[in-house]
């Protein structure tokens, strides 16, 4: 009988398994007939067909779109002869959202907390604008939706920028290596061969790095290409046979500091760039050793009489100096070099004396044992150097003392004055152990760009006495904190590449107005101080003049747009049939790149109001005849094509800076007569009401683009690596709705603003925006625990 039950539990456990394993493979089939479409609409992977080049123009297509006749708009003559500029930005509509605006009643916390007046909600943005489009209740101006515009603005022109550095350095490359090539290698001794070998491969993988189409000479081709592959690649920890044995102050290579970030993660032009530059910026040449004391005096005399200068010094005054001693170290000392051993002395013997005078390179990148980084044996020159920043020196110094950092976050709003920050650091020592006068003069006596904007965050630190009571409790100086950290995660994603990194409620029965702008007069000031500089400073730098190598990459962008449209209309996919025929994934990266023609779209050029077959064809012609001129370096002879590409260009970054100081201007004498208890003029409400469409101008969302913004506001950048090898990052996701009881006429009002939430992780591999993207859309990463308070479940 025990024999019979047991044999059919066993047959009905086996039953069971089959039907879960039928059951799980039905599930599974489902799933795969789903991501092949036969269940829906087939995923026509876009993103990927992009990347792969698919959507580039062959050499026959341009001959073919050259015989072409295209007529340009003639309304655009008027632009043909003006100067690069426009007097105003472009108007912004803003569709005001159709959900509720919470109410007091809603938020509970406010309920059960009643000494509480600040609560960030899950409610999310895809931009700061949205926060303020709807005026049914009263809004809270905050300082983080003025940071975002200053960082997105910022960020716009150094991309600018940055494709004028790509063409210097693109000349500049194959200068030095031609000349460190040239020389006759029978006169050269021994020494001096093998110094010019490793010298040339240094500037030869760089060349590879930028210029894909570049063929190094036999002698270096292998060693250039395998090391390219590993740079690119982004992966390991080696030490290649050329750069010899492994010291304590350099034990190998960390390729994963070759993954592009922040603005240079854009497009693969801008990508080269980064992985040239970072292999410029960290490749050591160690002043003990003879051959390559010599190589790097070899590239020195390669390097004069170029413009290397002008290349190095860009962003001289954005940052306080140079790291590491480099090629303008070596130009400084006005030595006449060879390889003779009195001249490798004397070389050796200035840069030694301006070691000890100077004490570079306060700032390890490398991967090295910790006691010898402060070696003299272990200094160093790198062609190029990093710039330090106050706040790196100062993660060095706790690493040093402390040998680990719970939150870089921490320690940086600490070191710049917060009170609240530095209790837990309190309790690991960490700010014990580090040098008072270094903290903060480090962080405060730098008079560069990055040293102006640490001060400008340090006064959202410390509110005016005038301030309303609720801006001194525990909630809004954990706001305070984390609006400090979203501008520094926004700053270091701008200049990731420059910066050298670590390694290591309202009542309905009264109105009150628009709302109120958060009341630090002082951070409106010294914000709109800055924008005023940094637009002289680009303006001096030509930032804002046309720049042909940048222009010629935007038409050729422009081309692949309207060549990825003609090919959905050939799949049977035209503009109107988006929403039903293309994926999510699909429909936002065509509605991508759709918006990033902006006010240069080049259906204007034409007149055409809408996209179709006959248009597209034409746009691509226009594109291509005006890109051959922008390629020659000119710009087109027809007054009205000249004045469509002038028109597009104006959108320009100048005024964007220049609106944003008049903006920032406003809103620090909004900022003053709140904390006076003025009643705020007509005009001053108005402001505020439409304060949502400036915003929303500033970002360059012109007409009624606002309508429908990009989700692309989240930024990640690593800005340190640790003993382990880990990359620490840090990161802000979609901006969060900020509620705060603003007291007013005897009563407390709901606000709503918006704000960036701050994260901070550590992970093996350089995570970029769209993966950090794809991590929010997959689950809400861990916040800080210190920040957990701010926020509330609604």
């Known amino acids: 009988m025990s024999e019979s039950t047991d044999r059919g539990t066993n047959d009905k456990r086996r039953w069971l398994l089959i039907a879960a394993s039928l059951l799980l493979s039905f599930i599974a089939m489902a799933f795969l007939l789903e991501r092949t479409g036969a269940f829906g609409r087939p995923p026509r992977h876009l993103r990927e067909r992009w990347e792969a080049g698919q959507f580039d123009l062959s050499d026959d297509e341009r001959r073919q779109l050259r015989g072409i006749s295209v007529e340009f708009d003639s309304s655009f003559e008027r632009y043909a002869d003006r100067p690069i500029e426009q007097t105003k930005l472009a108007g912004s509509r803003v569709i005001a959202p159709t959900g509720p605006v919470k109410r007091r009643e809603q938020l509970a916390v406010f309920e059960q907390e009643p000494a509480r007046k600040v ?104 060693i250039v290409r395998a090391e390219t592959r590993r740079v690119e690649s982004g992966m390991g920890r080696s030490m290649p046979d050329w750069l010899g044995e492994p010291r304590p102050a350099f034990l190998a290579i960390d390729y994963s500091r070759f993954t592009p970030e922040g603005l240079h993660a854009r497009s693969d032009v801008l990508r080269r760039h980064y992985r040239a530059v970072r292999w410029l910026q960290t490749i050591p040449f160690f002043v003990g050793d003879d051959e390559q004391l010599i190589a790097m005096g070899l590239i020195a005399e390669a390097a004069k009489g170029t413009d290397w200068v002008s290349f190095v010094q860009t962003y001289r005054d954005f940052f306080g100096g140079a790291d590491d001693f480099d ?82 976050g921490l320690l940086l709003c600490a070191a710049l004055g917060s009170t609240l920050a530095a209790e837990p650091l309190a309790e690991s020592n960490v700010l014990g152990s ?83 702008v958060e009341p630090n007069p002082e951070f409106f000031r010294r914000l709109g101080r800055l924008a005023s500089r940094i637009e002289t400073l680009l303006d001096a730098l030509g930032a804002f003049d046309i720049n042909y190598h940048h222009l010629h990459f935007r038409l050729n962008e422009f081309a692949r747009c309207f060549k990825l449209m003609d090919a959905l209309e050939q799949e049977g996919i035209g503009i109107d049939e988006f929403q039903g025929q293309l994926t999510r994934e699909d429909r ?63 959108s320009s970054n100048r005024v964007r800076w220049l609106r944003l100081a008049e903006i920032c201007e406003r809103l620090q004498d909004l900022a003053d007569r709140q ?90 591999k350089v995570v970029d925006d769209t993966s950090w993207k794809g991590r929010i859309d997959r689950a809400t990463p861990a916040r800080p625990g210190w920040l957990e308070p701010l926020f509330v479940d609604d």
């Not at 490798?344 to 006691?371: C, F, G, W, Y």
């Not at 065509?590 to 204007?604: E, H, I, K, Q, T």
């Not at 705060?740 to 709901?750: A, F, I």
């Open 119 to 222: 609560a960030v909600t899950s409610e999310t943005f895809r931009q700061f604008y949205q926060a303020y489009a709807n005026q049914a209740h009263p809004v809270f101006i905050t300082s983080d939706s003025i940071l975002n515009a200053f960082h997105r603005i910022l960020e716009d022109s150094i991309v600018k920028l940055e494709f004028r550095q790509i063409e210097r350095l693109q000349r500049l490359l194959p200068t030095l290596e031609e000349r460190l090539a040239g020389a006759d290698p029978s006169a050269d001794s021994d020494m001096i061969r093998s110094a010019r070998r490793r010298a040339r491969i240094v500037v030869g993988v760089a060349r590879q790095l930028i210029d894909p189409g570049y063929d190094p000479e036999s002698e270096i081709r292998m």
């Open 327 to 408: 090629l303008q170290t070596v130009h400084a000392m006005e030595s006449d070099f060879d390889d003779s051993p009195d001249s490798i002395r004397v070389m050796r013997s200035l840069l030694l004396k301006r070691h000890r005078e100077e004490t570079p390179s306060r700032i390890n990148d490398q991967v090295a044992l910790v006691d010898s980084v402060s070696d003299p044996e272990s200094l160093s020159l790198r062609v190029l150097s990093a710039f330090r920043t106050p706040e790196a020196i100062l993660f060095q110094q706790a690493a040093e003392s402390a040998r680990s950092l719970d939150s870089v």
């Open 434 to 516: 580090i040098d008072q006068t270094d903290r903060f003069d480090g962080l405060h006596g730098d008079n560069s760009v990055y040293g102006d904007y640490l001060r400008c965050l340090a006064t959202l630190l410390k509110p005016t006495d005038a301030a309303p009571e609720f801006m001194s409790t525990r909630d809004w100086r954990l706001k305070s904190c984390q609006t400090v950290l979203g501008g520094w995660v926004q700053m270091r994603h701008t200049f990731a590449l420059q910066a050298k990194q670590n390694a290591l409620i309202l009542s309905e029965t009264s109105h009150v107005g628009a709302g109120f």
């Open 588 to 650: 936002e990266f065509v509605f991508d790149v759709l918006y990033n023609l902006g006010a240069s779209n080049p259906l204007l050029w034409l007149g055409a109001d809408r996209l179709d077959d006959s248009t597209s064809r034409r746009a691509l012609a226009a594109i291509v005849q005006v890109s051959d001129c922008i390629e020659r370096g000119e710009l087109p002879s027809d007054p009205a094509a000249r004045g469509a590409i002038l028109m597009g260009e104006s």
């Open 675 to 764: 904390l006076e208890d003025q009643t705020l003029t007509a005009e001053d409400q108005q402001f505020i009401t439409n304060y949502g469409e400036k915003l929303a101008g500033l970002l360059n969302y012109e007409a009624y683009s606002a309508a429908s913004p990009l989700d692309d506001a989240m930024r990640c950048v690593s800005v340190l690596t640790d003993a382990e090898g880990n990359h620490v990052h840090i990161a802000v996701s979609r901006p969060q709705a900020v509620y705060v009881l603003y007291p007013h006429q005897g009563q407390e009002l709901l606000c709503r603003g918006a704000v960036f939430p701050y994260y901070e992780f550590a992970d093996k």
